[in-house]
């Protein structure tokens, strides 16, 4: 009996690597298309897809690109435009290699909701995605396509945004969309054709956009939301530019009772290893700062009120999304619930913001 099991596991081993080779529902690898990233646009009147398509060369690496290709679709459904999209080769979409998802200017300004509900429970999309907003649209996207290294900068964003962030990336899975729409940051993908960056952070109350964060803003708002741990600043101290590097960074919370009722209190934390500070008519060097203790207040006291201010842009009547919510809630969920409803809960006093920042 034990061979005959064997025997039954190898054969159905064999099936399973056969269908590996030949590909998804064996489709041969050769019939294949293998999409990269996936554009979506909005016009004001109809979606306009993008599924850009990354070909090589039999001699390539399985890194490398040798031309991309851009299989585009339109229609007044978003399911229809994807559809005509793929119709648009002789080859099978493939999905299992796509990271990207990227929405066009129109879509940022007002679809952002209907894309991300789509991909997030769509067979053909992943909720796994990587996501990012774009000043782009669909023939700026054609056009970077033409371009020889496109294949590249394409491959460069996946290596470098995804599997080796400075900031993590957000995916499609975590901005779910509720009955008010999106309530989440998304950043903002600055792409050529040789150069890929994330430039900003885009808060989302609904369907459209409420606030761009750039620089350091950007930066305080990817640490509230737990997507980074360093923040790399410039600031100008009793005239003098200081550099200085937050390594460690980290936000903690804890609801206290006060005399209004319970308030949040967030503390940021971190620790200063490297700092350099010059004058117009000076070299740069740690010297020129004064001492570290009253440096280290300056920086404390500069990243608190930075920090408040990201905090209230997203702690307001239109949403909460840092899930701030959610420590009230479980310091008292008889409160929690008392206060939601009666609309105090997300008012700016609730939240108390403090940095604690040591130079070394």
Not at 34 to 51: M, P, Q
Not at 107 to 118: F, M, N, P, R, T
Not at 330 to 336: G, K, M
Request: with cysteine.
């Amino acid at each position: 009996m034990l061979w005959q099991h064997k025997r039954a596991a190898a054969v159905i081993l064999a099936a399973f690597l056969l269908l590996s080779l030949s590909g998804c529902g064996g489709v041969p690898l050769g019939r294949r298309a293998i999409v990269k990233a996936i554009f979506v646009d909005w016009t004001g009147s109809r979606f306009e897809t993008g599924l850009l398509v990354l070909d090589s060369a039999p001699s390539a690496d399985a890194e490398q690109a040798s031309s991309a290709s851009l299989y585009c679709g339109a229609a007044q459904e978003l399911s229809a435009a994807v559809v005509q999209a793929e119709q648009q080769q002789d080859r099978t979409p493939f999905y299992g290699q796509n990271q990207l998802l990227i929405l066009g200017k129109g879509a940022a300004e007002s679809k952002a909701d209907a894309v991300l509900q789509y991909f997030g429970t769509e067979q053909a999309g992943r909720p796994g995605m990587a996501v990012f907003v774009s000043e782009m649209t669909t023939d700026t996207m054609k056009e970077l396509t033409q371009a020889d290294s496109f294949a590249s900068t394409i491959l460069q964003l996946e290596k470098e945004i995804l599997e080796q962030p400075a900031v993590e990336p957000v995916m499609v899975y975590e901005l779910p969309v509720g009955e008010d729409g999106v309530n989440g940051c998304i950043p903002r993908l600055a792409l050529t054709d040789a150069d890929a960056s994330l430039d900003a952070l885009v808060l989302y109350a609904g369907s459209e956009p409420q606030t761009v964060w750039e620089g350091q803003e950007m930066q305080l708002a990817q640490l509230m939301a737990g997507h980074a741990n360093r923040l790399n600043c410039l600031r100008e101290y009793d005239g003098r530019t200081v550099r200085f590097t937050v390594d460690s960074a980290h936000i903690q919370r804890q609801v206290e009772r006060g005399e209004d009722g319970p308030c949040l209190h967030l503390v940021l934390t971190g620790t200063v290893r490297w700092l350099s500070a010059s004058r117009a008519d000076q070299q740069p060097g740690i010297s020129q700062t004064g001492s570290r203790q009253s440096l280290s207040q300056q920086i404390s006291q500069t990243l608190a009120a930075d920090l408040q201010a990201v905090v209230q842009d997203a702690w307001n009547e239109k949403g909460d999304a840092f899930r701030l919510g959610w420590w009230f809630a479980v310091w008292d969920t008889v409160w929690y619930n008392r206060a939601l409803q009666d609309g105090t809960l997300r008012q700016p006093e609730r939240i108390e913001v403090e940095a604690q920042i040591a130079v070394l």
